[in-house]
């Protein structure tokens, strides 16, 4: 089975910039997740989607990020404007939810400067 | 606040012997455990869950323990190869199912 699509792999910005990433879950996966994995550090868990509604965006940022799933399937998480402390890999994952374990894909890694 | 505890030393192994991977947790009442394997990379891939109510799992030459008296789960690999060498995460799953990771093991194993 195709696994989960990120892009783009790499991206560097300048502080006070926006960027937007996007991912396509495994077909069938009702629910998608973003996390934010700093280096040295777990996967945080920033937000996560059942369909194309929101369940549990406690740890996102709202101020700065921002998040969507149309149709829920595809999804995209925006930072406006972006900080330092933003540069960390930006990892998407979907499963059927329950428990189950999750599919990520590869991420993309975000160097803020 | 939760806390999710693992091995804080890179382990280190020779071909063919076991690693053993600790995670504690505390202030957390899991109903589940999972583990993944990362790659450099790469982002985290599945291995095993365990329940509850479940003691101990296998899969191939892996095993997973769950102590929720203790508040730990053991990993091992057995008869460790160089291709296992990876960064080991641990992963408790509450019973709204949402999961939390631990910040990881790296293992290297030495051929």
């Known amino acids: 089975e195709a696994g989960v699509a990120q892009s783009p792999r790499y991206k560097i910005i300048e502080k006070r910039q926006s960027v937007a990433f996007w991912c396509n879950p495994i077909?069938?996966?009702?629910?998608l997740y973003w996390y934010q994995q700093i280096l040295g550090q777990g996967p945080k868990l920033l937000i996560q989607f059942q369909n194309n509604g929101v369940v549990d965006d406690s740890q996102l940022p709202k101020d700065r990020f921002s998040a969507e799933r149309l149709k829920g399937v595809d999804s995209t998480l925006k930072i406006q404007p972006a900080k330092l402390e933003d540069s960390a890999v930006y990892l998407c994952a979907s499963s059927f939810g329950g428990a189950r374990g999750y599919t990520f894909g590869s991420g993309t890694r975000l160097t803020v400067v | 606040s939760q806390k999710i505890e693992q091995n804080s030393e890179a382990l280190n192994i020779q071909e063919g012997k076991t690693a053993t991977l600790t995670c504690n947790y505390t202030?957390?009442?899991?109903?589940?455990l999972q583990w993944y394997r990362q790659d450099p990379g790469r982002g985290p891939v599945f291995l095993l869950l365990i329940r509850e109510n479940e003691k101990e799992k296998r899969k191939e030459r892996l095993k997973v323990t769950f102590d929720t008296t203790l508040k730990q789960s053991l990993f091992h690999i057995t008869a460790s190869q160089p291709a296992d060498s990876a960064t080991y995460l641990c992963a408790p799953q509450r019973d709204d199912y949402k999961l939390s990771f631990g910040a990881g093991t790296t293992v290297t194993v030495r051929a």
């Open positions: 077909s069938g996966h009702a629910t």
């Open positions: 202030n957390y009442s899991p109903a589940y």
